[in-house]
C-alpha cells in the first residue's frame, strides 16, 4: 500500500507463517530484535498503527495507548462486547468485526479501505487517526546497550 510499511512483531514457532510475505519484501520481519514483552512494547511504540487479531500484542499496544485496530471473528471473546467498533478498555483501539462467520475477507477489505484512508485523507485539511506526523513506520535504532532496558 502506498505510503505505508508493514513490519511483523510475530516470534517462532509461528512466525515462519510470515516468512514468505518477508521474502517478498511486503513484510520486514522484527522477530529477531524481540526478547521479551519488553521490546515488544518498545517497538510498538515506534510504530503509528498496530493492526493484529485478539493477541498479546493487540492487548499490549492498547494498554500503551498506542493506535491498534483488532480483527474479530463473528463471535468474539466477550471483552468486545458486541456491536461497536471501539473498546471501553482501550480508548485507542477500533474493532473490525466478521459480518458473518468466516468472512475474513470483509474485514480485511474493511481494514484496507480505513488504512488508504487513514495514509491519503480526502481533504488536506483532515488528519490521520493515528501518528499524524508519519506517514511511514520507522524502526528504532536498537544497539546492545538498549538491551534490557526495563528488566532491571
Not at 56 to 83: M, Y
Not at 101 to 109: E, F, I, K, L
Amino acid at each position: 500500500m502506498l505510503g505505508a510499511a508493514f513490519y511483523s512483531l510475530q516470534v517462532a514457532p509461528t512466525a515462519e507463517f510470515t516468512g514468505e510475505a518477508c521474502n517478498r519484501n511486503t513484510l520486514i520481519s522484527l522477530e529477531n530484535l524481540i526478547r521479551d514483552f519488553s521490546d515488544t512494547a518498545a517497538l510498538i511504540a515506534q510504530l503509528d498503527l498496530v493492526t493484529s487479531l485478539d493477541t498479546s500484542v493487540a492487548h499490549l499496544a492498547g494498554a500503551l495507548a498506542c493506535p491498534v485496530w483488532i480483527l474479530l471473528p463473528f463471535a468474539p471473546d466477550w471483552r468486545w462486547l458486541i456491536e461497536r467498533d471501539d473498546s471501553p478498555w482501550y480508548p485507542t483501539l477500533r474493532l473490525f468485526r466478521q459480518p458473518a462467520p468466516g468472512d475474513w475477507s470483509s474485514v480485511v477489505h474493511s481494514v484496507r479501505a480505513a488504512l488508504a484512508d487513514a495514509l491519503h485523507p480526502a481533504s488536506a485539511s483532515e488528519e490521520a487517526p493515528f501518528n499524524k506526523n508519519k506517514t511511514e513506520v520507522k524502526v528504532p535504532p536498537f544497539s546492545a546497550d538498549m538491551r534490557g532496558v526495563g528488566n532491571r
